[in-house]
């Protein structure tokens, strides 16, 4: 019996860091290119959703499989939901711009951040989940990072009256 959980376990084991060693033959192809520079970064987070399900996203300037195309690096970017202010702030990381070199978009529930400064070059399309005022974007950059804030529309409760019957 201990041979099969060893076995199995193995295998497992096996799966698992082949995913790994396949990242590290893709960074090895970066680095004998020589026209790309790093740093390169890949990974998953997890998180609970309202509904109490699972979410997993991947982040990072390199996909498994896929190389990068272009010297464009994916700021990290971080959403928070604060309720009890009734805003919703996203918060990216862009070290080496400057605040006039920073391109905010927002459409659709979808924010789309990109800068510009000599070698450092970022893009990002992040949607947003809840419902947001776009008109009350405020944005602010410092020391690197850049803080977008939005106000969250209310829920509008049904109108009307309720009569009742005499």
Known sequence: MTMFFDSEFDRIFKRMSNSFFDIDDIFEEFKGNGSTSGPFYYGYTMTVGPDGKPVVKEYGNVK????????TREPVVDTIVDEKEK???LIAEMPGVEKTDVKIVVENKTVDLSA?????KYHVKVPVQQKIDENSAKASYKNGVLEILFKLIEEEKPKGKTVEVE
């Open 64 to 71: 498994p499989g896929l190389l990068p195309t272009s010297d």
């Open 87 to 89: 805003v919703v702030k």
């Open 116 to 120: 510009e400064h000599g070698q450092k």
